[in-house]
């Protein structure tokens, strides 16, 4: 039941995301998808066809053996045509399939993972829950042991993604007593045939509205205690494994989408002509397409670095790239359409579907302001010292570098004084934590992308670090400001939530 390591096949990603977009260009339509609120049968077979659903599945049952970063370069590029396939496949190869694949038995390999590879059985992953969202601590749906040592679990699951289509569920349920933990959790397989399971209708969305997205109502579903997954009652373990790549699988989506968006700028600012001259001949409009150059540069960065991390850094760095990701991308989209002027707004253009897609990216696979929390507290307990980039690069890029570093001294001089001024009592201190988190996201997408520029020495990408440098700095400063004082925010908000028990 170990987590597997990376195999080194990941040099296929180059061909293969060759094939991708040949076969994306040829078979996928954004709008179609989105105004059918499905993604065509052809397009999964065909995605199937590619050996895609078995991309990082074990090659011994059927899968291509491929390990996180040929995985999010597919991704990524699958969202360069249309999100809603990419968070399909996502999904399934990420938060679907992870939890089998790393603590999976032999026996439970054998059962799924053939055709899981083929794309015959698609896979989905359900934690959250109508009164459990962002606060996972507290599930309802439970597994009980039965006398003959199987399982009985009843409850409901909402928002699951693949939700319609998935043959093979991994559910987290409360599991008391399982393991010896009273107030457990557990990992469980769910079979779409299993009785007592009912899949919901299709959930009517603001965007993704070719991603499935349903809820699952369990009553009495008998399970052998085969179909636990991972350790029974030790489900935290496995989930943070599972949904570090689920995150990082997300972020790669954030970064075909926001290359997406730019590729339509591109176009657009060389060929509209305002004022006599195309739109990028104005400065302004200019200096605008260099900063989403710049977000998305540090998107590519930050995740294609965190996709190549050991399990350990995984975990962490995964936080920062999925807020980074998702928050740079809902800003270069929305930039895109900014720079489109009125077509922007024209469902033909291709930009408002990208922008209602990306929008949900803010909010599954953990809300941002949550994550952000648990980025700051992170970051308030972390042991291992951040490498200064000040002589790691080479002399060209040495004052980009000096700037990334006191970006990052920045940052480590908030975390020194909060742990002065709080101490232990820091971690009762939200909108703290929230704001040293959002720091750290910048720190990261920065560092990715000061090492980035200086691995290709092209001048544009050192540009573009250094631009996103300028404005991860004025971020920075502006996101360590002291936080509003507690006594305003609660007069303005006395008479809209004026009730004791909403206060903190
Ligand atoms: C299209 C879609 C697909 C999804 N797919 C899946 C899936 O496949 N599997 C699955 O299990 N779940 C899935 N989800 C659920 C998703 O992960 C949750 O919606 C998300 O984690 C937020 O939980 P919630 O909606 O209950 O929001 P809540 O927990 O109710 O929070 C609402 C808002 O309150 C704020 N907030 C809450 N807590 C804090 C805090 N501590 N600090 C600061 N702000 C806070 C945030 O702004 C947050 O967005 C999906 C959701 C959608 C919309």
Sequence with gaps: MSVLPHVPTDEVAGPLCAEVTRFAARSIDARAIDRAGAIPAGVLGGLAELGLFGLTLPAAHGGAGCGLLTACQVVAELARFDRSVAVTLG???????????????????????????????????????????SDLSNLATRALEAADGSLVVNGRKVFVTNGGLAGLYTLAVATPGLGGRERGQSLVLVERGDAGLTVE????????????????????????????????GWAAKGLAHILSWGRTLMSAGCVGTARAALDKVHGQVAHRRQFGKPLAALEVVREQVALLEAL???????????????????????????????????????????????????????????????????IFEGANDVLLSHLGAGELTRTKERAPLTGAVGLPLAGLATKADALAAQVEARRQELLARYKVGVFRQPRWMHQLGGACCWREAVDAAVRRAAVSARPEDVARASLLTLRASAEVSRLL????????????????????????
Aim: aromatic share 4%; proline share 5%; glycine share 10%.
């Design 201 to 232: 209708a299709e959930e009517c969305k603001l965007g993704l509205k070719g991603s499935s997205t349903t809820g699952l109502v369990l009553e009495d579903v008998r399970l052998p205690s085969s179909r636990l997954l991972g350790e029974p």
């Design 296 to 362: 998305t540069f540090g998107m590519a960065a930050l995740v294609d670095e965190v996709a190549r991390a050991d399990d350990e850094a995984l975990l962490g760095r995964s936080l920062a790239a999925k807020v980074y990701s998702s928050e740079s991308a809902w800003r270069v989209v929305d930039g895109a359409i900014q720079l489109h002027g009125g077509l922007g707004f024209i469902e033909d253009t291709g930009l408002a579907v990208m922008l209602r897609d990306v929008r949900v990216t803010r």
């Design 91 to 133: 999904l399934h190869l990420g938060l679907g399939t992870r939890g089998l694949v790393a603590f999976g038995t032999s026996e439970q390999h054998e059962r799924y993972l053939p055709s899981l590879a083929a794309g015959e059985r698609l896979a989905a992953f359900a934690t959250t829950e109508p009164q459990a969202g």
């Design 481 to 504: 400001e002291e936080p509003a004082p507690r006594d305003l925010v609660e007069v303005a908000l006395s008479d809209t939530l004026p009730f004791p028990e909403v206060r903190p």
